[in-house]
Each structure stands twice: as structure tokens, then as C-alpha cells.
């Protein structure tokens, strides 16, 4: 424990050795938060300059300016139409909107009005696009109400008038149901009339017939009356009838002709008059038959006008029903408001939880500023202890790998801390964040979000050797997980497979469990899995640092320099690289501490003089970079203290090298013996 607080003080103390580095390091996340505060913390999320322009202004465009007039737009008025588009280039004018000559919004026309924007500004273009288009919804709805009050008083006329007119439908549904009772009526009376006529009935020729046998008759009777008189003529002898019979025999021939030339005029008279009868009678039945056949003609355009009369009734019904429906479905209409009818969808934006803008953007502006500030952080540590003259003695002391991981995991903890602490601090006191009731929850997620991304830069820092690409390669990493999330464009946006990638983005999912805690207060046992799922980065990232520390300490061993400086008695000596320029003092000529130290030796007082304390201090931490040994050279007093002191740094050196060598020997039999 005493060996990780030893390391926890030696990185925090090589972090501030550069005091400008450090204020950059320290004070540009607070500096970013409170200026990320100062731009956020507003209730409107644009301020918006409209650019506009028409030939002549018309009521409807001031109204539709007058609804532009907000503390969230700003109307600018240009002369022309290319003047107003290039005012969106020059960045004068977020949108430009062109309305056409004599522009009206009315019932009778479309006015098409001409949107110009900037794609280019992917977050603002389609926020100015939509508000705008709901200020002319605005106003286009106004127009269809005031055109919806119209057509609903047309309805209401249109309902009085189907109802006065209902009544005539029903009197001549009426009248026609009267007249078709009317027409069976008198089908039945004629039905009932009897206009059959047989002539054959009158028997004319039975007349006729009795006619001849009466004249027959007559004649038989005065011929039996002359025979008869004949007779007693001749058989009488009484002369006093003869007389008398012969008289009655005259008048029996008188009366015979008289009887035949009346009978023949009777019976030429009686067959003209029956003559005549019968044409009567035949004339009779002509027109009997005449009036059958037109009641039989009459009967059928009777059933003609009959079913034409049930048709109309039957017509006059679906149109009455007709009627009714209109009726119905207009009342059913004009019952609405011109409101309801202009507006059918009434929609109601409700947030789920209130907030300023700031308290909306709070989880994505903490995840980052926590991301950046523990990755920078944790690479730093790494790069500026790797870049330390005590690196090669890190690398060759007893200490275990893990200590050292675990004290630059502490140390870029207590910094990243210390800097959350701060910026939430900031954020509660100076720009009202909604985050007391929640902030245990806050700070342990933010807790196991530091820890990954710090976790995530000390992999950084020990894959690179400068701390220029470790810098670089930070703010690379970093940059690339910010623009595969939602901060830039939603994810929704980005194509399907890149989408289904980015979910699983650690920025991603750090800003969802910060926002489900922040903005919709979900306690941390009903976080969501995507809490285990950065636990499980953060383990993996554990077994990376593993493995990439085990592997680069073998290489950092192959590749540091000092080496072993055969003398004539093959003594190993210490080498190490100057990386200082070389001067052309013959101190900057040495390149080795034994190099130095025999140049030291062969030095006589006079010469010894010409050089200072400072400029064999600058040589040590040039080339052997040990400051501790920089600083005791500068408090010797003589050359044979300074010669003292070199000599024992040097036989320091070799004490250690022999270790290592004890060391590597050892592993290597405990290796050999698991095998």
C-alpha cells in the first residue's frame, strides 16, 4: 500500500512539475464546463436570423412576420432574392424565405413559398426548417378557420333548405301513392264493364224465318177457305148460299191478292228494316269491341302508369332517405367548430421531464468533459513517467506490475475527481443543474465512467513512446467515440450498420446512464444492462493493460540503454545514451557515466576550472537524466567530491544491473522448472 501511495505522489508530482502544463491540464476542463454552461443555459435552444424577401408585402406576409417576432427570431428584409440567398452563404441569415408577388393565403389558390437553407449545418437546419414550418401552419390555419366558419354556415343553409324541402317530398310520395289508388280504381271499373255483344242472340233470321211462314200461312189459310167454299159449291144445293159462297170466293181471291201484294210489300219492308237491324246491330258490336280493345289498352297503361307511379314513390323514398342521410352527416358536420374542422389533430407536445437546455444537454457535456479530462489525464501520467529518468529504474525494481497500474489508476482517479467534483459543483451553483436528488447515483456512475476511459488512456499511453502521438492519438480516440454518437447526428441518421455498431459505443452508453439518471431520475438498481456492459469494457480493458505492461517491460528492457562497457580487465560498465545535443566542451564529448568519470580523472585543476557545477549537473540530466544526482552535484565543493559522487552512481548502476541479471536468471529457472 505504502509502495501505491509513494507512485500515486511521484505521478501527481511529475504531472505539476510543468506548472503551464499543468493549469492547461487542471483548469481547461473547468474552464470548458463553465463555458459549455454559459452557452447552454438558456430555455430556447437558437437564436435564429430569418432572412426575407417579396417584391410587395402584403397583409398576409406582415401577419406571417408578425408571428416571426420572438425572442427566438430575428426577421431581416433584403431587396432581392439572390441578396437574401447570399446572406445564408455570408452566414448573416440562418434560412431565407421568398414569397411570391401579391402573396394571400386564401381557399381559392395555392401560394407556394420558397424555403432556402443550409444543409451544411446538419443540428440547425432541420430545427429552423420545422419551427418555420409550423409559424406558416400558424397562420394557414387561421385562414382555415375563418374558411371552415364559412363553409359551415353554407351547411347550416344547406340543412334549412333540405329540411323546408323534406315536406314537398313527402306530399308528392303522397299524391303519387293517391293516384296510383286512383288508377287501380278505375281499372277495376272497367274491368267490370261487360262490352261482349253477340248479334246471333237478336235471331233475325227466326224473324225472317216466322215472317215467311205467317205470309205461308196466311196463303194456306184463304187457299183451305176457297177449297173449303168450292166444295160446299159444288156439294150444295142450296141456290141460295151460292150466292153467297161465290161472293166469299171472290173475296177470298181479293183477299188472297191483296194479302200476297201486301205480304210481299210487308216482307220487302220487314227485311229492310231487318236489314238494317242487323247493320245496327253489327255496327253495335263493332264498337263494343272498339271499347273492349281500348279497356284492354287502358287497363295496361293503367298497369304502365301504376308501376311508374311505385317507381317514382320508390325513388322519392331513397331520395328521402337520401335527404335524411345528407341531413344527418351535415348536422353531424355543422355541430364541429371551425377549429376542430381546420385543426382535426390537436397535438400536444409534453416533455418528460422539464428542463432547460443545459439540463438536456448536461449528461452528453459531463460524459465528454469526463472522457476527455481521463483520458488526457491517464495518457499523461503514462507518457510523462515513461519519459522520466527513474523509467529503466521502474522497470528493474522488485515491484509488481500491478502496483504501478494500480497507482496511475489512483492518481488519474484523485485528478479526474477532484475535476468532476468541480464541474458538478459549478453546474448545481452557478447554472441551476437538477441533479441533487440523484447525485449518489451521479457520482457512482460517473465513478465506473472515469474508470473506463481512465483505463482506456493508459492503454493509450503505453502504446505510444512520445508524448506528441500520445497526445494525439487521445484526442484522436476520444474524437472518434464523440462523432459515432448522438452528439453530432442522431444515430438514427447514420446508416443501419454503423447504428447497430455505435450502440455499443462506451460514449454511448455512458451518456444513456447518466441522462436515464440525470433527466428521468432511474435509480441505479434499475439502470439497465448497459451498466454491465461498460463494467465488462472496463475489465477487458483491465486484461489489455495486462498484457500490453507485460509484454512492453521485456522490449523496454532489449531496447534501454545502458549496456555493458568492456575495460581491459572486462568489468561491465554502465552505457547510456546521451540525448542531449553534443557541444564541443569535452565534457559533452562523454557519452557514458564511465566515459565522464574518466575524462573527470584525467582533468587537471586548471581545466576543472573552466567547466562549473551546472555544467556537469545540465550533462546528467541530459544524458543520464537522474535529477537526484543533478541536484548533488551542484552542492559539491571540489573536484573529489564531484568525482565521489559520479563514482557512486556508477557502482549504483552496476549493483543494480547485477540484480537484474539475478533477477532474469531466477525467472528464467522458475520457467524452466514449470516446464
Not at 34 to 48: V, W
Not at 315 to 330: G, V
Not at 479 to 495: K, Q, R
Request: charged share 20%.
Amino acid at each position: 500500500m505504502s509502495k501505491i501511495f509513494e507512485i500515486i505522489k511521484k505521478n501527481i508530482r511529475l504531472l505539476v512539475k510543468s506548472k503551464g502544463s499543468a493549469m492547461i491540464v487542471i483548469l481547461g476542463p473547468l474552464l470548458l464546463i463553465f463555458l459549455a454552461g454559459l452557452a447552454f443555459n438558456n430555455s430556447n435552444a437558437y437564436r435564429i436570423n430569418v432572412g426575407v424577401y417579396s417584391p410587395t408585402y402584403t397583409d398576409d406576409i406582415n401577419s406571417f412576420l408578425g408571428k416571426l417576432s420572438s425572442s427566438q427570431f430575428r426577421t431581416l428584409k433584403f431587396d432581392s432574392e439572390q441578396k437574401c440567398v447570399d446572406s445564408i452563404r455570408q452566414g448573416i441569415s440562418h434560412t431565407c424565405i421568398i414569397f411570391p408577388p401579391g402573396f394571400q393565403v386564401s381557399g381559392n389558390a395555392t401560394s407556394n413559398v420558397t424555403f432556402y437553407v443550409d444543409y451544411s449545418k446538419v443540428n440547425l437546419v432541420w430545427m429552423v426548417r420545422d419551427t418555420l414550418f409550423s409559424k406558416i401552419s400558424e397562420r394557414a390555419t387561421e385562414i382555415s378557420m375563418s374558411l371552415a366558419g364559412t363553409l359551415l354556415q353554407k351547411i347550416e343553409d344547406t340543412i334549412s333548405e333540405l329540411n323546408a324541402r323534406k315536406s314537398t317530398l313527402t306530399e308528392l310520395s303522397t299524391s303519387n301513392g293517391q293516384a296510383g289508388q286512383q288508377m287501380l280504381s278505375i281499372k277495376s271499373q272497367l274491368s267490370g264493364l261487360d262490352l261482349s255483344m253477340n248479334t246471333q242472340s237478336f235471331n233475325i233470321e227466326y224473324v225472317r224465318a216466322r215472317m215467311s211462314e205467317l205470309n205461308t200461312a196466311g196463303l194456306d189459310a184463304i187457299n183451305t177457305s176457297r177449297d173449303a167454299l168450292s166444295n160446299i159449291r159444288s156439294q150444295t144445293n142450296d141456290s141460295s148460299i151460292i150466292p153467297t159462297i161465290d161472293a166469299a170466293l171472290a173475296d177470298l181471291s181479293s183477299l188472297e191478292t191483296s194479302f200476297s201484294s201486301a205480304n210481299a210489300t210487308n216482307e220487302t219492308d220487314l227485311d229492310t228494316l231487318i236489314t238494317a237491324v242487323e247493320a245496327k246491330l253489327d255496327e253495335t258490336k263493332a264498337k263494343f269491341d272498339a271499347a273492349s280493345s281500348a279497356r284492354t289498352n287502358i287497363s295496361g297503361q293503367i298497369d304502365a302508369i301504376k308501376a311508374t307511379l311505385d317507381s317514382s314513390i320508390k325513388k322519392i323514398a331513397l331520395l328521402q332517405s337520401s335527404f335524411n342521410s345528407i341531413t344527418d352527416n351535415l348536422q353531424s358536420t355543422s355541430s364541429q367548430s371551425a377549429g376542430a374542422i381546420a385543426s382535426p389533430v390537436s397535438t400536444l407536445i409534453k416533455p418528460v421531464t422539464t428542463q432547460s437546455y443545459l439540463g438536456y444537454m448536461f449528461p452528453i457535456l459531463i460524459t465528454m468533459l469526463t472522457m476527455f479530462i481521463s483520458v488526457v489525464f491517464s495518457t499523461t501520467i503514462i507518457i510523462t513517467e515513461k519519459r522520466s529518468s527513474a523509467h529503466f529504474r521502474n522497470i528493474i525494481t522488485p515491484t509488481r506490475e500491478d502496483v504501478f497500474i494500480t497507482g496511475a489508476y489512483l492518481t488519474n482517479m484523485i485528478l479526474s475527481s477532484i475535476q468532476i467534483v468541480i464541474m458538478l459543483f459549478i453546474s448545481i451553483i452557478f447554472f441551476k443543474a437538477q441533479i441533487i436528488r440523484m447525485l449518489p447515483t451521479v457520482l457512482v456512475l460517473l465513478l465506473f465512467i472515469a474508470t473506463f476511459f481512465t483505463l482506456l488512456g493508459i492503454i493509450i499511453g503505453y502504446l505510444f513512446h512520445s508524448e506528441e502521438t500520445a497526445t494525439l492519438g487521445a484526442i484522436s480516440i476520444s474524437s472518434l467515440l464523440l462523432l459515432t454518437s448522438s452528439v453530432v447526428l442522431p444515430l438514427e441518421s447514420m446508416p443501419a450498420y454503423v447504428m447497430k455498431i455505435a450502440k455499443y459505443n462506451p460514449f454511448v452508453i455512458s451518456e444513456l446512464l447518466l441522462r436515464r439518471a440525470i433527466i428521468f431520475e432511474t435509480p441505479l438498481y434499475a439502470i439497465g444492462n448497459e451498466f454491465f456492459l461498460l463494467l465488462g469494457y472496463s475489465l477487458l480493458m483491465i486484461a489489455l493493460i495486462f498484457v500490453i505492461v507485460h509484454f512492453g517491460r521485456k522490449l523496454g528492457i532489449k531496447k534501454e540503454q545502458p549496456l555493458v562497457e568492456k575495460k581491459p580487465k572486462e568489468i561491465p560498465v554502465l552505457e547510456l545514451e546521451g540525448l542531449a545535443e553534443k557541444q564541443q566542451s569535452p565534457i559533452s564529448s562523454a557519452g557514458t557515466l564511465s566515459e565522464l568519470i574518466e575524462l573527470l580523472e584525467k582533468m587537471d585543476s586548471e581545466e576543472f576550472a573552466r567547466h562549473s557545477k551546472e555544467e556537469f549537473a545540465e550533462w546528467v540530466r541530459s544524458n543520464i537524466r537522474e535529477e537526484a544526482l543533478a541536484e548533488k552535484i551542484l552542492k559539491t565543493e571540489s573536484k573529489k567530491e564531484l568525482e565521489q559522487e559520479f563514482k557512486s552512481a556508477y557502482e549504483k548502476h552496476l549493483r543494480k544491473i547485477e540484480e537484474l541479471k539475478q533477477k532474469i536468471a531466477e525467472k528464467k529457472k522458475k520457467l524452466y522448472s514449470k516446464k
